[in-house]
Structures are given as C-alpha cells and as structure tokens.
C-alpha cells in the first residue's frame, strides 16, 4: 500500500503555498507530476529492497 492520491495533492498543495511563501510560483500541473513520479521510484525501490534518499534545497 502506498501514499494515496488524495494525499499527495494535498501535500502537492502544502508545498506550492510553501514556497509562493517564499516568493516561487509552482506550476500545480507539474507538483502533481512530480510527485507521483517520485511516489512510484519510492514504491519501486522499495518493492526490490532498497531504500530511496531525496534531498531537495
């Protein structure tokens, strides 16, 4: 079982008021993509045994 959609458009949502906090425009589009992109390379590590690291300045 993994992060729902639901849950990753609300932290899609959290992230993009963070950073218009910090003066960035992010593309909504583009968060959820990423996201679900990063979501599934989490998933598929971890269904061959391996860990994910993301650090993200």
């Known amino acids: 079982m993994g992060i729902s959609v639901a849950r990753l458009a609300e932290v899609g949502e959290l992230w993009i008021q963070e950073r218009a906090?910090?003066?960035?425009v992010f593309d909504p589009k583009m968060v959820g993509e990423l996201l679900r992109d990063l979501a599934d390379l989490a998933r598929a590590a971890g269904?061959?045994?391996?860990?994910?690291?993301?650090w993200m300045a």
């Open 21 to 24: 906090a910090e003066g960035e």
């Open 47 to 54: 269904g061959q045994g391996h860990g994910l690291y993301c």
